[in-house]
């Protein structure tokens, strides 16, 4: 890896700037400084978690696409290391290493991942979003370097092109299993005028894939569109694995990630229930095995103010908190922020259940959130009504939870179940909000309220317990390092 690469563009300036910018993040991971997208290649290798993802060097906006990394013990405290993967000049991703997954081939760590570089014809055009126009290929790279520092390229793609004769509204996204001897692949995919579709690859060494068939096709909105991911006519970064006895496919099209469960048979998933992952601002989302063995799934937090903002600030986009799965009894995907998160908490302050009207009243008046930094478990009978409000009374975030509706501020997703467990975890402009195990929405906000938080319950009768943790910061300088 050239010298180049091991240091960020990183001034004193520009660490002031973000150090002391309320809006950025404290326990959550994202860069030093400029733009993250979606987690890649998460692995727990030799003790540590890995975590990849896609990164612009070049400063707060998508583009030039490398993989950052960074290491932790524990899933929430992470230390930056030197960008993993970056386009080879001349090479098959010399416009951009895209988004992938991690396998261990025996002993080996192998990254399989998507290269994009310039189409020789027009026929090799798989990507074409209305600004770019990319042939996609999927690359693999392997590294014997136990901190998985340093990754080795091959030289050519392992995938070069699509199934002869399908013309494709994206070819891009691999994620890799092992079936019995076989390698298993799926490609995020599409038809233009159809729908989004998964494509199967099958290899006995990664290195030599020959394509199967659909795993899985479905519809798009219908409505014309340039790109073909916003009318749903092309899956980006498709997940699938086995939970609860059944399948999950995860996508992500139309600006949200999707969840499907069902059965997988003889290679093909039919798809028995279907919804969405998070509301909110959430895409393109992996999962990765704990030490532990159990599933972790990551997602990569959009900033939704205009682009001449976050460029100013210096950084966009975070990672979410890694949240548990489970599959519930109607197949409905089930999540909620893993036990991990517990590692942050500060103070503790409770509104004690079973005490009086007024003296709930009064312990939910003297609750305060400092620092933009909270975790808060509500747990409520019947419709439930919450703000967070400056000291001055000023609206910080309103989150209400009707009969079949969770809102965050004007983000709204589908509720169902009797009554209210909420889980809120609030980070500078990110507000992550989960209820009943079932609905997520993850909101941000770009308001600076004078002073601490306050919060305003509507619904008292109704609210049986609620928890309120301060939060640790994860570094001394919101460097996340
Ligand atoms: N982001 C990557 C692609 C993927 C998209 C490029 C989804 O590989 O399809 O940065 O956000």
């Not at 312990?363 to 000291?391: H, K, Y």
Request: net charge negative; glycine share 10%; aromatic share 10%.
């Amino acid at each position: 890896m050239s010298d180049r690469l091991s240091a960020l563009p990183f001034d004193e300036s520009l660490q002031a700037k973000l150090a002391s910018d309320p809006l950025r993040p404290q326990y959550h991971l994202l860069p030093k400084a400029n733009w993250m997208n979606d987690p890649n290649g998460p692995l727990f290798y030799d003790g540590r978690y890995h975590m990849f993802f896609q990164y612009n060097p070049n400063g707060a906006f998508w583009g030039s696409m490398h993989w950052a990394h960074a290491i932790s013990p524990d899933l929430i405290h992470w230390t930056h290391e030197p960008v993993a993967m970056a386009p080879t000049p001349n090479g098959y991703d010399r416009d951009g290493v895209f988004s992938g997954s991690a396998v261990m081939d025996g002993r080996t760590p192998t990254m399989i991942y998507t290269g994009v570089l310039p189409p020789a014809t027009s026929a090799e055009i798989t990507l074409d979003d209305g600004n770019h126009k990319w042939r996609e290929v999927q690359c693999l790279a392997t590294s014997d370097d136990p901190m998985l520092r340093t990754w080795k390229k091959l030289p050519e793609p392992v995938i070069a092109y699509p199934p002869k004769g399908m013309q494709v509204t994206g070819f891009r996204d691999p994620t890799v299993w092992l079936e019995g001897d076989d390698w298993y692949l799926t490609l995020g995919s599409g038809f233009k005028g159809k729908g989004g579709a998964i494509l199967l690859y099958r290899s006995k060494d990664l290195r030599h894939w020959e394509y199967v068939h659909p795993l899985v096709e479905g519809a798009g909105n219908g409505k014309a569109s340039v790109n073909p991911v916003d009318n749903g006519e092309m899956w980006e970064c498709p997940d699938f694995f086995p939970l609860g006895g059944k399948h999950v496919l995860l996508i992500s099209t139309m600006g949200k990630v999707r969840w499907k469960t069902g059965t997988y048979r003889e290679h093909r998933f039919t798809v028995e229930k279907e919804g969405v992952v998070d509301w909110g601002s959430y895409y393109a989302a992996k999962t990765q095995a704990t030490r532990d063995g159990e599933l972790i799934l990551w997602g990569w937090i959009p900033e939704t103010r205009p682009e001449v903002e976050y460029r100013a600030a210096g950084w966009a986009g975070l990672m979410s908190l890694p949240r548990t799965l489970s599959l519930g009894k109607d197949g409905t995907l089930e999540m909620t922020v893993a036990p991990a998160a517990e590692l942050l908490r500060g103070e503790h302050v409770a509104v004690a259940p079973g005490i009086a009207r007024a003296e709930k009243e009064k312990q939910i008046m003297d609750l305060r959130i400092r620092n933009l930094a909270a975790e808060m478990q509500v747990e409520c009978s019947g419709e439930f009504q919450m703000e967070l409000v400056s000291e001055s009374g000023e609206r910080f975030a309103e989150i209400v939870c009707g009969k079949s509706e969770l809102r965050v501020n004007e983000v709204r997703g589908d509720l169902d179940g009797e009554g209210v467990s909420l889980r809120v975890f609030l980070d500078g402009s990110s507000l992550e909000v989960c209820a009943n195990r079932r609905t997520a929405i993850t909101a941000r906000v770009y308001r600076i309220p004078r002073g601490d938080l306050r919060v305003k319950v509507r619904n008292v009768e109704g609210l049986r317990s609620m928890d309120v943790w301060a939060m640790r910061a994860i570094s001394k300088d919101r460097l996340t390092t």
